[in-house]
Every structure is written in structure tokens, then in C-alpha cells.
């Protein structure tokens, strides 16, 4: 694993195998730096399997991967530390830079999620959209060029959801990592991302360009196609069999 030079995201002939079974087989991937793709696909297709060597958490492959060292991962579930204040999960692990306390460091990205009166608490009596806020806010502070979220507004209500979502559009704009989103949601991938992929029998077998302006609504006729057209490679809703 290596800096990844002018793309945010290299990876070529990726295997993964778990046994006998390729889960990754022969894939390639490239993220441009600062751009938001988001990854669908079948569940057990082996999208969290990608995010977790990217995130260099898995290190049994085949194959070459180039990321950014500054990366940052968010899950399904928020893993903070019970025993830890929100603020210093906020920062855990994090190495000091001079000039800057951490506390003023965790401060600041729970600013940007909107948690600045939930610093001191403990997480257990965070809401669900309010853990989920906190780990954006850890992988925000470490600056990231490259930010990889697995599912990570899976467990919320509808609303929160939304909420969360719009929240991550605004953080990217702003901060203008590369993000990779794996998600099941067909809407929410189209809202979000410039470009979405959709993985199959251990490769990006489909992938859409999603050219429209932003703020995105689900309304539009483009992305009306455009979902339709997912639903088509996933096999799923009243197109599917319409492409292959
Ligand atoms: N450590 C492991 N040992 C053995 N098999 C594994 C391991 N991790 C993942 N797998 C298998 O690899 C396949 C892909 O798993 P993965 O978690 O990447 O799927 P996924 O696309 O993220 O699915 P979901 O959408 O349900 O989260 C699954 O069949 C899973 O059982
Ligand atoms: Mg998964």
C-alpha cells in the first residue's frame, strides 16, 4: 500500500479471497482526488470487504492499492468508546500538532456537525443521529483527503437520514475530500455522488456518471432514469430486466 500521486483512489487487479472464493476478483477502481463516488451493490458482493483494504484494515491481497495516507473511515455503527467523552473519542488516536490543543481540534469538527453542546457528554446518551454526527466529526478532524463511509446512515430513521445525508453533501463541499460511500440506498447515492458504482461477482461491473447540478432532487427526471437504470443492474424494482 502506497501514496496514491495524482488520484485520491489506485487500486489494480484486487483480490480478495476468503478460502476457496474470490469475494474481489481482479478488480480496479480509481477515485480522483475530491471526488464523491458512491459503491452499491447486493448484500454480501464484498463492498465492506473493499472499504476495509482501502482503509488498510485488511492486508491479505493480491494486487495493487494506492490511497492517500490521510484517510479517514466511518461505519455503520459509530464505535465510540463508552468510556471516553464525546470530545475525546472525537480525538482519540489522533497525533498532536503543535500549536493546536486537541481540544480545540475536537471542537471544532463537533462544530461542523452541529454537536458543540454535546462535547462533554458521554455517548451513551447521544441520540442515534447524534453518534452518528460524533463520527463524522472523528474522521473529519484528521483532515482526511480520503473519507470511506460504510453505510453510514444504515440504522436511522427516515428523517435523521435525511438530515445526515444533507450534512454530508455540505462537509464535502466544504472540505473537498475524495469520499467513497457504500450504501444501499439508490436515492441517496444519486443525491450525493458524482459518480455511483455497482459491484458484482468481485468487480465494478456497472458504473454511472451522475452529471447533474447540486442541490439534487429526488424529483428530477434525470435522476428519475438514472435510478431506474441502477434498479436495472441490481436486478430489482419494475426495470429490472430491462438491462443486463
Ligand atoms: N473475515 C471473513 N471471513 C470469511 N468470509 C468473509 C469475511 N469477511 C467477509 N466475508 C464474506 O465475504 C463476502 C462479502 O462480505 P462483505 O461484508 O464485504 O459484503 P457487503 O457487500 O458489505 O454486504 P452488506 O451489503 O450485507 O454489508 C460475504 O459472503 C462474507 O460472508
Ligand atoms: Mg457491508
Known amino acids: 500500500m502506497s501514496g496514491a500521486g495524482e488520484a485520491a483512489v489506485r487500486v489494480r487487479g484486487l483480490t480478495r479471497r476468503f478460502g476457496e472464493r474470490a469475494v474481489i476478483d481482479r478488480l480496479d477502481l480509481d477515485i480522483a482526488p475530491g471526488e464523491f463516488v458512491a459503491l452499491i451493490g447486493a448484500s454480501g458482493c464484498g463492498k465492506s470487504t473493499l472499504l476495509r483494504i482501502l482503509a488498510d484494515l485488511d492486508q491479505e491481497i493480491e494486487g495493487e492499492v494506492e490511497v492517500p495516507m490521510r484517510r479517514a473511515v466511518a461505519f455503520q455503527a459509530p464505535r465510540l468508546m463508552p468510556w471516553k467523552r464525546v470530545w475525546r473519542n472525537v480525538v482519540l488516536g489522533l497525533p498532536p500538532v503543535r500549536g493546536q490543543s486537541q481540544r480545540a481540534r475536537a471542537d471544532a469538527a463537533l462544530a461542523e456537525v452541529g454537536l458543540t453542546h454535546r462535547a462533554e457528554v458521554w455517548p451513551k446518551v447521544l441520540s442515534g443521529g447524534e453518534a452518528q454526527r460524533a463520527s463524522l466529526a472523528r474522521a473529519l478532524v484528521r483532515e482526511p483527503e480520503l473519507m470511506l463511509l460504510d453505510e453510514p446512515f444504515g440504522a436511522l430513521d427516515a428523517l435523521t437520514r435525511l438530515k445526515a445525508q444533507a450534512l454530508v453533501g455540505e462537509l464535502w463541499q466544504r ?68 438491462a443486463a
Open 175 to 242: 472540505h473537498r475530500c475524495a469520499i467513497l460511500l457504500v450504501t444501499h440506498d439508490v436515492e441517496e447515492a444519486l443525491l450525493l455522488a458524482d459518480r455511483v458504482l455497482l459491484m458484482k461477482e468481485g468487480v465494478i461491473a456497472h458504473e454511472l456518471r451522475v452529471d447533474r447540478p447540486r442541490p439534487r432532487r429526488v424529483e428530477d427526471a434525470e435522476l428519475a432514469a438514472m435510478r431506474a437504470q441502477l434498479l436495472a443492474w441490481l436486478g430489482v424494482g419494475h426495470a429490472a430486466g430491462v
